[in-house]
Structures are given as structure tokens and as C-alpha cells.
């Protein structure tokens, strides 16, 4: 039987969170998107037209919405976590937007590990499972790449011995 | 193969028109029992394009056409008919190189391509369903495309252009034979109607539904108002807010007109269309999840409508469009029940226990909240929604992809959250919206449960073997 829980979106044995590391490349995705905005500022400071008084607010919220953002990664990436169960795995996500995301094993089509640019230089990928519905998007992003090779050989044995038709 | 002959076929879906243009010829079939579509095919393709050649034409012309009169008029046909014998040679090399065939290991075959080489091998283990369609320029001709859909990711689906109506017919039955485990050569399951929607309750139907009435009470009240104020403005709009539903209202009449469904040993085949006529057969098993859908305007006749997901089935079709896939666009309550229990047997929403959302939730959603709530049996997932159209949708335990509760800040507010059931990508989507957070969680831990063990019970691939 399921565990009763005592909060919608916590689990009894407690989360396997995802590493620290991602806080690190997702700010430096960031700062890498900043380096736009930033330019962006330096021109409304060296285009004659544009009032002063506009350049300054524009940089004071471009520097408003970077603390921000730098603050948010932090809370972002510490709201992932997933438990993997006798039967299915959980994933959880999300601080405004919670979800939790509940994948029987036997449903799992396909595993993905995937790493783009950035994650692949700090060390981190992801872990995608698919089932046959679209909308089940149960992503575990900012794993080690040995705990993610782990989890997804893990999640394929199981996938296999009890996988079904549709 | 032994074909079906077509006197003895009950339908008449497109050998109409009485032009007589049935070709004789059937397709090829080499010395290793691979078969091509009709010879004719790239003729059909080629005067299919016709009107778009044409199109074009006048398109690119920049007003040329109008300046020269009659003389333009005549290059711009010229040019199409010259624009239609290019796609009729460009589909004749297609036709040479498309061969259909199944192999030793049962599974169904295509190769095609022209300058890329496609083979393509269906396993028909994986069967979802076989559709014979008629587009209008094909009915001309007597001829049908077949288009195979297997359970899998995107492209799926595989349509073979164009067979005549007869041979369309026989090789649906084959596929589906050898897709239930029975002899291929058994020929054309028998089958018998079940239900008919009348062009006048479709046209009554699609006029009523909540967002079209609507709209069309506007209208006439923005045309009143405008006439009264002796003002123009508005008219404006009213051909927005009147067009706009009605345009809808004609595509579907035109989609959905003579509707049927039948039962035949394959599952349930339904048949529709004016312009273009298509038949889609539903193996039995493979409806993944089913929406009842009642508007406002439908209840005193207590009308329905049936919407389903079938794997890879409607979700888009070739032209990347979103298409609702419908079981019956409208029915009265007992043929619905009936449909239902056809593709669900044993379905008992009646018999559920439902637990609603709570009071608190009518601060989220102020109109629809009392009708809120989900149940379960020992076999389906079931959740409901909606005051002005009620919505209920169901769900097999054994079709459960996915679970998922989700809580927005206002929800979190109030201590609510939504419990959604994954299902296959289809019109139908169950949510248990605004329940209380815990007991979502809950019930989100339990149907996940629910769903592992119904699957090991479900034997549904191969649906006819050992008979």
C-alpha cells in the first residue's frame, strides 16, 4: 500500500537531491545571457539620444532582476528531488509551481541522459524518463554522471521486468 | 487472398457519384508477394493537385492573369495543368518504388522513396488502428488510402496512396486479421451498425454547444445594440463573433456528417464525412481514456458527446493539425452507455464513490467547484468537471502512463492541490482539480499503485488469438 504522507508534496524516506553543482551551471548560463543584457545597457549609456535618467533605471533593474534570478537558481535547483519506490519512481520540482510527478516502472518507454554544453563542463547531466503520454515530462536534471548512468541502468532493469503494451 | 466482393459489402461509402470511373487493373504484385498501390495512383495525385497548381498560379502572377483577360486565364490553367503533370511523374517514380508486403515474421512491410529509400516494418503486434479515407479528388476515381498506425513515438503513421475502394477494404481486413492472430485470408469481418447520427441532430448539436451559443447570443446582441444606437462600429466584431462559430459549426457538419458506427470482430469502425469520406476502425482495447462531454444546451435531450485517446490516433495528423478524435459526436444517453460499455465493458460510473473537492475550493474556481471530484473502482479512474458543460473522463487502470500532482500559489493558498492522470496524447485530459492537497497526494500514491497491478492482469496485444 502507499505511505500516507503528512505534506502533498514530501516523501516519508526523504528526497535524493540533485547536486549542488547545478546551482554553479545554471548561474553561469546567467551570467553567460547577462553578458547580453549587459551590453545592452553600456548602449543605451553611449546612445546620445536616450535620456540619462532611462539608462540608469534600466541598469538598476537589470541588476535587480540578476540578484533575484541568482537567488532563484538556488531555490530551483534545491526543489528537485526523486525517490526511486518498490514500484515507481518519484520526481518533485518547482517552488511557485509544485509538481510532483509519480512514474510507475513498468510505463517507463524510454530513459534519456543527456548533458548540453555547460553541464557537461561542470559535470552534471540529466535524466528524462518518457512513457507513452506526452505529458508525463519527469525530468531529473544536475546529477553526477556516475549517478545518473546508475539511476538509468537501474530504471531500465526494472522498466524491463515489467514492461507491458501500451 | 480471397476479396470480398463488393456487392455482398454493406457499405456504400464512396463507390458513388455514378461516374463510373472505376479502373480496372489491381495493383502489381512481384514474384516475392510484394504488392504495389494502383497504377492510377499517380494520376489521382497528379489531378489532386490541379486546384493547388492553379492556386498557385494566380498567386505568383502578380495581377498578371487579370491584366491579359481570357488569354491569362487560359496560361494560368496551362500552367497548372503543366504544374499536375509534373506531380504525376514525380508520383510515377514514387509508385515504382513502393512496395507493401508481409514478411515471413508477420510484420507489414513498406518500402518507398525516391530519392531517400524508406523501408519501413510495422509490427502488427503494436497495432493501434487502420483507417480507409477517401479525399474527394480519390472518390472520382473510386480509389481509397489506407493509413496503418502503430503504437510509438511521432510518424507512426503510414499511409499507403491509393488503392481502389475494394482492395482498400481487403487489405484493412488482412492487417487486421493478422494484427488479432486469426487466418489472413477470413476475409471482411461482418458488421453490424449500432448507431447513426442524423445530419439534423448534428447540425442542432454543433449549434448548441456552450462556447457557440454563446458567441452567437453575442452577436445577436451586438447587432441589436449596434442597430439600436443607429451606430456601424460593432459590426465588425459581430463578423468575428458570428463568423468565427459558424465556420466552425460547417467543418465539423462537414467532417462528422453521416456518422455511423458499426461492430465488426475488428472493433468498432466508424464511418463519416461529406467531402472527404473516412473510416476508422478501433481494435477492441486500444481506447486509452474517454471523455463524456454534456453542454448546457444538451441536457434537456440528454445529448453526449464521446471523446477518446487512442494511442497515436488523432493527436496530429499529417498536416500537424490537433484532431479531436470522437467516438460519436452526439448520442443520446443510452446509445453512449452502450458505446461505452463496447470499448469499456463493465464500466459503472453510477456505482462510484466520488470525492469532491472541497468547500474551501470555491474560492479557486467559483462556478464549477461543486461538480469537482474524482473516483476509482477495482478498474477505472474517473474525475469530473464543469457546471455549464459537464465533463467526465475515465480512465482504465491498466492505461494509467503517469501520475502528477501539481499546486499553483493560489491553490497552495488555500491548501489545494490537482491530481492529473497521465493518458495517451489525445482531446481527453483527467484532471482532479482543486482537491485537498493531502488527499491528492494520496490519491495520486494509490492510483499509481492501482495502475502497477491492473497491467499485470491485461492481456489486450493480441486480442482474437485462441479463439
Not at chain 1, 510527478?101 to 517507463?108: F, L, T
Not at chain 1, 519527469?138 to 549517478?147: K, N, Q, R, T, W
Not at chain 2, 462510484?352 to 479557486?364: I, K, L
Request: aromatic share 8%.
Amino acid at each position: 500500500m502507499a505511505d500516507r504522507t503528512k505534506d502533498a508534496f514530501t516523501y516519508a524516506d526523504g528526497w535524493t537531491a540533485v547536486s549542488t553543482k547545478m546551482i554553479t551551471a545554471r548561474r553561469l548560463t546567467l551570467v553567460l545571457v547577462y553578458v547580453l543584457v549587459v551590453a545592452g545597457v553600456v548602449a543605451l549609456f553611449l546612445i546620445p539620444d536616450v535620456p540619462q535618467a532611462v539608462a540608469w533605471a534600466a541598469l538598476a533593474t537589470a541588476v535587480i532582476v540578476f540578484g533575484w534570478l541568482w537567488w532563484l537558481i538556488a531555490r530551483r535547483v534545491r526543489s528537485f528531488g526523486y525517490a526511486e519506490r518498490g514500484d515507481d519512481l518519484l520526481v518533485s520540482s518547482g517552488i511557485m509551481f509544485r509538481r510532483l510527478v509519480i512514474v510507475p516502472y513498468g510505463r517507463m518507454q524510454l530513459v534519456d541522459v543527456k548533458a548540453g554544453p555547460i553541464d557537461r563542463w561542470m559535470g552534471i547531466t540529466t535524466v528524462q524518463l518518457h512513457t507513452a503520454a506526452a505529458t508525463t515530462d519527469a525530468s531529473i536534471p544536475g546529477l553526477e554522471p556516475d549517478v545518473a548512468a546508475g539511476l538509468r541502468d537501474r530504471l531500465a532493469r526494472r522498466g524491463e521486468q515489467r514492461s507491458a503494451g501500451l | 487472398m480471397t476479396l470480398p466482393d463488393p456487392a455482398a459489402s454493406p457499405s456504400n461509402v464512396g463507390d458513388d457519384l455514378g461516374l463510373g470511373l472505376t479502373l480496372p487493373g489491381r495493383g502489381t504484385v512481384d514474384e516475392a508477394g510484394r504488392r504495389r498501390v494502383h497504377p492510377i495512383s499517380p494520376l489521382v495525385h497528379g489531378v489532386s493537385a490541379l486546384p493547388i497548381g492553379f492556386i498557385i498560379v494566380i498567386g505568383f502572377s502578380f495581377g498578371m492573369v487579370e491584366k491579359l483577360g481570357p488569354i491569362g486565364l487560359l496560361a494560368a490553367v496551362g500552367l497548372a495543368v503543366i504544374f499536375s503533370l509534373l506531380v504525376t511523374a514525380w508520383k510515377y517514380l514514387a509508385w515504382r518504388n513502393t512496395w507493401y508486403w508481409f514478411d515471413e515474421d508477420g510484420d507489414f512491410r513498406v518500402d518507398s522513396g525516391v530519392l531517400t529509400r524508406q523501408q519501413r516494418r510495422l509490427q502488427l503486434s503494436r497495432l493501434q488502428s487502420v483507417d480507409v479515407a477517401q479525399p474527394l479528388f480519390a472518390r472520382f476515381f473510386a480509389m481509397a488510402e489506407v493509413s496503418v498506425e502503430v503504437a510509438g513515438s511521432q510518424d507512426s503513421r503510414l499511409k499507403l496512396q491509393f488503392l481502389t475502394l475494394v482492395d482498400a477494404r481487403a487489405l484493412r481486413s488482412e492487417i487486421l486479421a493478422r494484427a488479432a492472430g486469426l487466418r489472413h485470408d477470413v476475409g471482411e469481418a461482418p458488421e453490424a451498425p449500432i448507431a447513426s447520427v442524423t445530419p439534423r441532430d448534428l447540425a442542432v448539436s454543433l449549434l448548441l454547444r456552450s462556447v457557440t451559443a454563446g458567441l452567437l447570443l453575442l452577436t445577436i446582441l451586438i447587432v441589436v445594440v449596434t442597430v439600436l444606437s443607429s451606430g456601424w462600429g460593432g459590426l465588425g466584431i459581430a463578423l468575428i463573433t458570428g463568423g468565427l462559430p459558424i465556420l466552425i459549426v460547417i467543418t465539423e457538419f462537414i467532417k462528422y456528417f453521416n456518422f455511423t458506427v458499426a461492430q465488426s470482430p475488428d472493433g468498432l469502425r466508424m464511418r463519416f464525412g461529406l467531402a472527404k469520406t473516412e473510416t476508422r476502425t478501433v481494435p477492441p482495447g486500444r481506447v486509452q481514456a474517454i471523455e463524456f462531454v454534456e453542454p448546457f444546451l444538451w441536457r434537456r435531450w440528454g445529448w453526449v458527446r464521446l471523446r477518446v485517446n487512442i494511442a497515436g490516433v488523432g493527436h496530429e495528423d499529417a498536416n500537424g493539425n490537433k484532431e479531436e478524435t470522437l467516438l460519436i459526436p452526439v448520442a443520446t444517453r443510452a446509445v453512449a452507455e452502450d458505446l461505452v460499455q463496447r470499448v469499456l465493458p463493465g464500466l459503472a460510473v453510477d456505482g462510484m464513490v466520488w470525492h469532491e473537492a472541497p468547500e474551501r475550493s470555491r474560492r479557486r474556481s467559483p462556478i464549477q467547484w461543486r461538480r469537482l471530484a474524482v473516483a476509482w473502482d477495482d478498474s477505472v479512474f474517473a474525475a469530473r468537471s464543469g457546471r455549464v458543460t459537464r465533463r467526465l473522463t475515465v480512465i482504465p487502470h491498466a492505461r494509467t502512463q503517469s501520475v502528477r500532482v501539481t499546486q499553483g500559489p493560489w491553490e497552495r493558498a488555500l491548501n489545494l492541490a490537482s491530481v492529473h492522470v497521465d493518458s495517451t496524447p489525445g482531446p481527453v485530459k483527467i484532471s482532479g482539480r482543486h482537491l485537498d492537497a493531502l488527499t491528492a497526494r494520496n490519491v495520486a500514491d494509490e492510483q499509481s499503485v492501482r495502475a502497477e497491478q491492473a497491467r499485470a492482469g491485461d492481456h489486450s496485444i493480441r486480442w482474437a488469438e485462441g479463439e
